[in-house]
């Protein structure tokens, strides 16, 4: 595939996370990187096909994984993020693939965060006093159509780019780096009323 020949240089020591989902087992999300940061799903989880070998299936607004906190993950310079997702809810407006965020705090802070907000994907981050950083909102699009989309976001410098099936979708100034001790949660940010319904497979950082 086009969309992942970008990704054919990257050795095993270059990724933060690794997450095929392919062999999970107990509620553990394995991280085959050489960090061996593994995740827990909470709800139900369900595995069916993914894009290759399994994928994870959140099915209900109590279904995600989390990502213990790491000092790994406060990205302070150039990083990709990247997935597979076959969304099934059209009707579920916000729907959250990946950030890094606290759920616990009122306002929530989110380091970073990519979802689907209707048909268009969107990247930003919000600080502690609840100050939204615009960050960047792609064009209307298929998302939430034709089976499994690749999604990545990236930060290059000052531009922060998000890509749709290996193609440029939207790209802008990158918003402001924020770093905390936050967790990483697929799936879900800010609650239920964000949660991802569908499939997720092969989710990297690096």
């Not at 268009?120 to 159509?145: C, H, M, P, Q, R």
């Not at 802008?172 to 964000?194: H, R």
């Amino acid at each position: 595939r086009g969309d992942r020949i970008a990704e054919c240089s990257i050795k095993k020591d270059d990724y933060i996370v690794k997450y095929s989902f392919d062999n999970d087992s107990g509620g553990t999300v394995f991280d085959s990187s050489t960090n061996s940061l593994n995740g827990v799903f909470y709800g139900g989880a369900q595995y069916s096909n993914g894009i290759s070998g399994k994928c994870v299936f959140f099915n209900s607004s109590l279904d995600y994984v989390i990502i213990p906190h790491n000092a790994i993950f406060n990205l302070t310079g150039d990083f990709t993020a990247e997935l597979w997702a076959r969304f099934i809810d059209p009707s579920h407006q916000y729907q959250a693939l990946l950030n890094k965020s606290d759920r616990t705090a009122a306002p929530q802070r989110i380091e970073y965060s990519l979802y689907a907000d209707t048909s268009k994907l969107v990247y930003n981050t919000e600080d502690a006093a609840g100050n939204w950083n615009s960050g960047i909102t792609s064009d209307a699009n298929n998302i939430f159509t034709d089976g499994w989309h690749h999604i990545a976001f990236s930060i290059n410098q000052n531009t922060a780019s998000i890509y749709l099936d290996g193609n440029l979708s939207a790209s802008g100034i990158k918003p402001p780096v924020l770093l905390g001790t936050d967790d990483i949660y697929i799936g879900q940010y800010k609650g239920p009323q964000y949660n991802f319904r569908g499939f997720i497979d092969e989710v990297k950082i690096y």
